[in-house]
């Protein structure tokens, strides 16, 4: 039988380097690429919001027949958008905020640091709940921006808590 110790083996006995588990890489790499999209999107939003308000205003005045449902859809996403621009420098706060919390976390749970899923946790709900404090329930305008406002960040909380056996410092 043969016995080979790689540097690998080595360094891992001795504490000083171990391996990223699979599923931590992939969480962490899918946390980095959504903290950059999230922040592109945040920087964009007053934009995306007078954009999205020009929009349904030319829609409005069209002359086009609307049906009911449509019309409430439209006031209702309408009603949303003005209370976010009403309250967009505490929003970009809260969305800033949480995107360095959320980058930090992940960046010390990548070195195996138990500290940075309590981190990475405060970063994802922050924005639940300074949102919820500042919109109320108006920004869940549909199924879909409560699946991406809650669900997801619920979601990857628990897959990163599923990850924390392998959080050793």
């Excluded at 919001?49 to 209702?76: C, V, W, Y």
């Amino acid at each position: 039988m043969n016995e080979t110790n790689s540097t690998s083996d080595v360094l891992d006995f001795a504490g000083e380097k171990r391996e990223l588990p699979s599923g931590l890489k992939t969480l962490t790499i899918l946390t980095f690429i959504g903290c950059g999209l999230l922040l592109l999107y945040t920087l964009l939003a007053p934009m995306l919001n007078k954009f999205l308000l020009g929009i349904m205003d030319k829609a409005a005045s069209s002359g086009q027949e609307m049906t009911a449902k449509q019309l409430e859809d439209m006031q209702k996403g309408r009603a949303a958008i003005e209370l976010m621009q009403n309250n967009l420098v505490p929003i970009l706060v809260i969305s800033i905020v949480s995107l360095v919390l959320c980058f930090v976390g992940a960046l010390w749970m990548r070195k195996l640091k138990k500290d940075g899923f309590w981190i990475y946790s405060a970063g994802e709900i922050l924005p639940v709940i300074g949102n919820f404090i500042l919109l109320g329930t108006k920004q869940f305008t549909g199924v879909t921006s409560v699946i991406l406002g809650v669900g997801v960040p619920i979601l990857f909380i628990i897959l990163y808590a599923r990850q924390r056996k392998y959080l050793v410092v």
